[in-house]
């Protein structure tokens, strides 16, 4: 009886053995399965690490696009004022010069005028000599 006992033990024994064995086995293959989750884990992270750092270049950049282009808009805007106020000075120099023709036009028409009228005297004046050396002789 005492022999049935132990081989009976024995099997059970042996049934253990072999089902700790077979749990062994699985829990080596969860752990190979958890490296490989862990090393997938790790490349998303890594990924997403990356992904983040990008998106921080991209954003840096184009932050300093934008104050790139404010100081290309300032600067052009600088010089477009700079222009308006010559092409205003330019307009004023143009209303004086106007103003100066029309002053010399005046001079120039008042000189013709007393050419006009000298020419006239002359004549009169030669005629009156012309008359006067006829009544001499």
Known sequence: ???EVVKAATVKLDAKSEEIRCLGYQITALQ??????HARCQALEDAGEAAAGEMIT???AATASEEAHAEVVKAATVKLDAKSEELRCLGYQITGLQVD??????RCQALADAVTAATV???AATEETVTLRDAAT
């Open 1 to 3: 009886a005492h022999a």
């Open 32 to 37: 190979v399965d958890n490296k490989a989750s």
């Open 58 to 60: 991209l954003r840096d």
């Open 101 to 106: 023709n029309k002053a010399l036009y005046a």
């Open 121 to 123: 005297a002359g004549k």
